[in-house]
């Protein structure tokens, strides 16, 4: 039994009706329903935390280092999200980074990133399906 964090970034709140032809019409509700109905499997809760603030993400991440593993969905923070980043330098599970996009394939600003080097994994461009995988990833990774 354990409880795993699940971290969506800014704008992701909207997903559903957020550029559908990019980011598809599954709600970010739908996405937590489906990542808590994968890690079920394994014992495991999802507490899901989406703001669209930097500073109340790494709060969020800062105060849950008994959670098994997080998958993280940074959104726009990959580009420049300096103090994400370090919470999740000091963050003591593994975590895997999910984006629904394939960034490299849109534009050339979202192709740095300065969290992926820190990641576990990186699930990019597979729509909301890329959080079961990065879930079955992380269930991978946790012994």
Known sequence: ????????GPNLGILGRREPEVYGT???????KAVAEEVAERGWDVVSVQRDSEGELVSEINRRPETVGAIVNPGALMIAGWSLR????AY????????????????RFRHD???????????????????????????HLVD
């Open 1 to 8: 039994m354990g409880v795993m964090l699940l971290v969506n």
């Open 26 to 32: 599954e709600t970010l509700a739908d996405i937590e």
């Open 86 to 89: 370090d919470s999740l330098a």
């Open 92 to 107: 003591p599970r593994p975590w895997v980074e999910v984006h629904i996009s394939n960034v490299w394939a849109r534009e």
């Open 113 to 139: 990133s300065v969290i992926a080097p820190l990641a576990h994994g990186v699930v990019v461009g597979l729509g909301p399906f890329g959080y079961r995988l990065a879930a079955q990833a992380l269930m």
